[in-house]
């Protein structure tokens, strides 16, 4: 059953959009999160369902009750951002259980519930220590805590993990969404950062120039991009300029590519669309062979390799196009300078007839 509406939220700064007819509809219980690079207008969305901010156009519905003339605290709606923003002079208890005061509840059932939530967070014994005792990724647990606390009927994190470094971020990361699963609440979460919104989320909202591009589950989308623009995005920088021929063959600067026609993209691609567009070789699609001629198989030569542990990526280069996989330790990696016999997995390939928001000089994608 659909618990948030956002419908149709148009917002401007300056005479520029920020928001443009964004639409999108959350379960009850589900999390789903904002993705875009900074300036995409994901904080601004976030304001503007919590009622901080008014939009120019659309409505905001949350249980089928229209929130335009709702008042910040009657909407049943808290929003936690990424500074902590804790009251330094009070104690972790009293940090915690502020909204709770706020409501008026009894002192007993506040102590109860301040014990409760501080032992969801991991903070079990904390309640008397001063804030300004604790670590960054305590704090962050101190404010996670006093988010949920109140039960909110909806939960908007603005990027949570943002002032963490990057090793505690990983910590904090796999607790928060078990924390936040555990609780069953509502949440949107806003960040820029796929692998926490891949993390989190059973349902990631990815905005591109003042719109939403793409919906979908995280896998949906890291596999099957709308368009060129979130495959760059995600970091899936094979993007080869094609023509398609037939409808499971497009001609490269490869030579020919097999399609498997049952795999097309979704989203804005077109399915059954000719002529020139882009072709997506996904990393994971590309395999080094033993075998001869077949289709789908040419031979590319090793032009860099980036051993990263557990993986190592590597960047194989054919006439003028450089193509980035990654291979697994076990998998065994071939030295800079080896030639290699390379296989693309026809059913991994994604097709988009066009590709307007492309550089001008948009041919292979090559991290250097």
Known sequence: MTFLEIDAICKTYDGAPLLRDVSLSV?????????????????????????????????VLLDGQDMTHIPVHQRGVVLMFQEYALFPHRTVAENVGFGLRMQGRPRSEIQARVSEMLGLVGLAGFDGRSVVQLSGGERQRVALARSLAPEPGLLLLD???????????????????LILRRVGVTAIVVTHDQTEAFSLADRVALLHDARVVQVGAPETIYRRPATPWVARFLGLTNLLPAVRVARDQVDT???????????????????????????LIPPWGIHLTDEGARANVFTATVSRAIFQGRTTELWLRTGETTLALTLELTDGTPRVGAAVRVWIDPGTLCWFQSDPEAPPDAVTQMRS
């Open 27 to 59: 379960e009850r219980g589900e999390i789903i999160s904002l993705l875009g690079a900074s300036g995409s207008g994901k904080t601004t969305l976030l304001r503007i369902i919590a009622g901080l901010e008014v939009s120019e156009s659309g409505r």
């Open 159 to 177: 990027e949570p993990l943002g002032s963490l470094d990057r090793n505690l971020r990983e910590r904090l990361l796999e607790d928060l969404a």
């Open 253 to 279: 600067a490869l030579g020919s590519l097999s399609l498997d026609s049952a795999q097309w993209t979704v989203g804005t691609a077109s399915t059954d669309g000719y002529g020139r567009g882009i072709v």
